[in-house]
């Protein structure tokens, strides 16, 4: 069997840049949420009822074992939005 010949090409690897630097990250904005269907309100029901979804404390952090936060939206119905995982 005959040895396969080299294609021409690179032999080394272009040298790295240096890392990008990270956007500067501002307060969370709450976002526009559309009607609520029946979905949801069966999913925020049970994060609440799992002890998964709370108000944030006035120093604006999350309750232990909390993952989602409770906010109102512009119609006054509550909303969940994920601020944390947690591993089991």
Same mark, same amino acid.
């Given at each position: 069997? %005959? =040895?396969?010949?080299?294609?021409?090409?690179?032999? #080394? &690897?272009?040298?790295?840049?240096?890392? *990008? $630097?990270?956007?500067?990250?501002?307060?969370?904005?709450?976002?526009?949420?559309? %009607? =609520?269907?029946?979905?949801?309100?069966?999913?925020? #029901? &049970?994060?609440?009822?799992?002890?998964? *979804? $709370?108000?944030?404390?006035?120093?604006?952090?999350?309750?232990?074992?909390?993952?989602?936060?409770?906010?109102?939206?512009?119609?006054?119905?509550?909303?969940?939005?994920?601020?944390?995982?947690?591993?089991?």
């Amino acid at each position: 069997m %005959p =040895k396969r010949q080299k294609k021409p090409g690179r032999t #080394k &690897s272009a040298p790295k840049s240096a890392p *990008a $630097a990270r956007p500067k990250v501002g307060p969370v904005a709450t976002p526009k949420f559309g %009607p =609520k269907t029946a979905d949801e309100d069966a999913f925020i #029901k &049970s994060l609440v009822t799992h002890g998964q *979804a $709370a108000k944030a404390l006035p120093d604006g952090s999350l309750p232990p074992g909390a993952t989602h936060e409770l906010v109102e939206d512009e119609h006054g119905e509550l909303r969940v939005i994920r601020r944390r995982y947690s591993v089991i």
